[in-house]
């Protein structure tokens, strides 16, 4: 068997800063709940048609 390192084991030098981290969350946050207002609107058009 070949001894190789699987991508979960390989460490990742880039760090983040926890107020980007804490922006990447918010971001990501709003852009769900905009996500979530489009298919709800969606689905209230579809309803009333």
Request: charged share 20%; net charge positive; aromatic share 2%.
């Amino acid at each position: 068997m070949n001894d190789h390192t699987s991508n979960s084991q390989l460490k990742v030098d880039g760090k983040m800063s926890e107020k980007g981290a804490d922006r990447v969350g918010f971001l990501q946050a709003i852009a769900l709940l905009i996500l979530v207002c489009g298919i709800v609107a969606i689905g209230l058009v579809l309803a009333l048609k």
